[in-house]
């Protein structure tokens, strides 16, 4: 399985935007970018997909570099309810098991 | 939440004893998995299935095994409990498409 490399931790401040950056250099062509979040005490939260194209939801935008070995997931209005771990990870397809890594603690602040 | 739901929400049991964890859901999705988180860590795949009576392991399989006789039931049993095995035990579903993962609220399993 294709690595993801992210930032331990990130801060922000509430109501500005938030960039979590993502790297997967050996990312292969069918492989899918997927990012969830995990609030204190709860499950993983599916938050967006993309294959190649930039995308967009309510929650959130994933931005994808245009050689793949990068993208960016963006909360474009912080708030506190935020404040997670952000996972990047990759799929071989749609329905292919997810394998978590350590992720990205957000911290968002007042 | 979204239909899958885990029993015992929370669990002590001694070392040595058999435990059984169940992941119910009522979405007729296809694949379910299990996984476990310890602290500091992100989750970790036990194992999954893709269809009744088929099932494979995941990255720390040893110490348990699984069943899956019917669509919306997927069992995960330590035969013999350790203390290693304490942790949050996680099961999830899926089904090709758009949503992506549904994950359960957890089963908080402690081993004395």
């Known amino acids: 399985d294709a690595k993801t490399t992210q930032p331990n931790s990130m801060e922000s401040n509430e109501e500005e935007p938030v960039h979590l950056p993502c790297n997967h250099s050996?990312?292969?062509?069918?492989?899918?970018i997927h990012w969830y979040r995990q609030l204190p005490s709860q499950g993983p939260e599916y938050v967006i997909h993309?294959?190649?194209s930039n995308v967009n939801n309510r929650m959130a935008s994933l931005a994808i570099a245009e050689d793949r070995k990068s993208s960016t997931l963006i909360l474009h209005r912080a708030t506190l309810r935020d404040a997670a771990v952000y996972y990047c990870?990759?799929?071989?397809?749609?329905?292919?098991?997810?394998?978590f890594g350590t992720g990205t603690r957000l911290q968002v602040f007042p | 939440d979204a239909g899958i739901t885990q029993s015992p929400r929370h669990k002590v049991t001694e070392t040595g004893t058999p435990v059984t964890l169940r992941c119910h859901q009522t979405e007729n999705h296809r694949y379910m998995y299990w996984y476990r988180q310890d602290p500091g860590h992100g989750l970790r795949l036990i194992h999954y299935?893709?269809?009744?009576?088929?099932?494979d392991k995941g990255e720390v399989s040893d110490g348990y095994s699984v069943s899956r006789s019917k669509t919306e039931d997927f069992l995960l049993t330590l035969e013999s409990a350790t203390s290693s095995q304490t942790s949050v035990y996680f099961c999830?579903?899926?089904?090709?498409?758009?949503?992506?993962?549904?994950f359960g609220s957890g089963t908080r399993l402690t081993v004395v």
């Open positions: 999830a579903i899926t089904t090709l498409g758009v949503l992506g993962y549904t």
């Open positions: 990870i990759l799929t071989g397809g749609i329905a292919d098991k997810l394998i």
């Open positions: 299935s893709y269809g009744v009576k088929d099932t």
């Open positions: 050996t990312i292969s062509g069918t492989d899918y």
């Open positions: 993309g294959l190649t």
